[in-house]
């Protein structure tokens, strides 16, 4: 069975510009969530989206933005990018929203110069 | 404020000895907490769980304990082998948030010495 899966891999990006995330759950996950994990440190929350709608948001300023499809797959976007959003951005998906257990994808590693 | 910390950033144990990753936790209404292996290039991978009615939980060679009166959470692993190498983290949910936000820790890297 694919587990959750995210691309691209690996981004580098110029301040200010966009960029685009992707995330695909596990089969039959219906609730996806965003993390940012900064080199050291443990991932911080961005979203949670279930059934296609917001269900939770971190502390992470507007630039910030997210969606769900009616696949269960989801977008993270974030716009004006700074060097400080360098980081490995996560996905988590779990089968419904009161679900503990989240499954992690590999991560894209995003680099702003 | 929610906050979870470490005691320790790295720990090296002995191939084949039990090592003990600690963790402290600030939210006393936190409801339940996770375990997480990371490796490198990878992402956090689920280890235990255990909730806040329970002192004590068992897995494979896994053991994780709760202190709620002190706050702390520690992972015990037996007989250590070279693939436990990697980073830990511990992390909560408060009660009052669902499944929507993990608040994790700084993370312990453990090193397997062969």
């Known amino acids: 069975d694919a587990g959750v899966t995210q691309s691209p891999t690996h981004l580098i990006k110029t301040r200010g510009q966009h960029v685009t995330l992707r995330c695909s759950p596990i089969s039959g996950h219906k609730s996806v969530s965003w993390y940012q994990q900064v080199l050291g440190q443990g991932p911080q929350f961005i979203f949670q989206?279930?059934?296609?709608?917001?269900?939770g948001r971190g502390n992470f300023p507007d630039r910030f933005s997210a969606r769900q499809f009616p696949n269960y797959s989801s977008e993270l976007n974030v716009n004006a990018l700074l060097l400080g959003d360098s980081a490995l951005y996560l996905c988590?998906?779990?089968?419904?929203?009161?679900?503990?257990?989240?499954?992690f994808g590999p991560g894209t590693r995003l680099t702003v110069t | 404020g929610e906050s979870v910390g470490l005691h320790l950033p790295t720990l090296s144990v002995q191939e084949g000895d039990n090592s003990i990753i600690n963790c402290a936790y600030s939210n006393s209404a936190s409801d339940y907490f996770i375990w997480y292996k990371q490796e490198s290039g990878k992402g956090p991978q689920f280890i235990i769980d255990i909730r806040s009615n329970m002192d004590k939980r068992q897995g494979q060679r896994v053991t994780v304990l709760l202190n709620k009166t002190v706050k702390h959470l520690s992972l015990q692993i037996a007989a250590t082998q070279p693939g436990d190498s990697a980073v830990y983290f511990c992390?909560?949910?408060?009660?009052?948030?669902?499944?929507?936000?993990?608040?994790f820790g700084t993370g312990t890297r453990l090193t397997i010495i062969p």
């Open positions: 988590a998906s779990s089968l419904a929203r009161q679900t503990y257990e989240q499954y």
């Open positions: 989206y279930y059934e296609k709608e917001e269900r």
């Open positions: 992390a909560e949910i408060p009660s009052n948030f669902g499944n929507e936000k993990l608040t």
